[in-house]
């Protein structure tokens, strides 16, 4: 079985920064990209950043481009998260996410993007 475990949330005053972990364990598996999602008290599942590792193509909600970069290691199924200039509207679960397919960035972009998810970690954000 695949897991995927986050780490890196926490509580940060507004302007602060942040930087999340995720790596892969368990079953060996071969993805084609990761991603970040959040959800908020009382909202949907939103997507966050994406990565695929062909061509380490990245895309990212407009509401978090040009604050927030995803990274990762293709190897070791990791993809992190960097954020900075948060604000209070980032608090949030965040949970990272793994694609076996080549989906299409806007395919990716999506929740049915993704085959395997973590339990997610918190991020707060104090005004």
């Known amino acids: 079985q695949v897991q995927l475990e986050e780490s890196g949330g926490g509580l940060v005053q507004a302007g602060g920064s942040l930087r999340l972990s995720c790596a892969a364990s368990?079953?060996?598996?071969?993805?084609?990209?990761m991603g970040w999602f959040r959800q908020a008290p009382g909202k949907v599942r939103e997507f966050v950043a994406g990565?695929?590792?062909?061509?380490?193509?990245?895309y990212y909600a407009d509401s978090v481009s040009g604050r927030f970069t995803i990274s990762g290691d293709n190897a070791k199924n990791s993809v992190y998260l960097e954020m900075d200039s948060l604000k209070p509207e980032d608090t949030a679960v965040y949970y990272c996410?793994?694609?076996?397919?080549?989906?299409?960035?806007?395919?990716?972009?999506?929740?049915?993007?993704?085959?395997?998810w973590g339990q997610g970690t918190q991020v707060t954000v104090s005004s």
């Open positions: 990565i695929k590792w062909s061509g380490a193509n990245t």
């Open positions: 368990g079953r060996t598996f071969s993805s084609s990209a």
């Open positions: 996410a793994a694609s076996r397919w080549p989906y299409s960035t806007g395919y990716l972009s999506t929740s049915n993007g993704y085959s395997y």
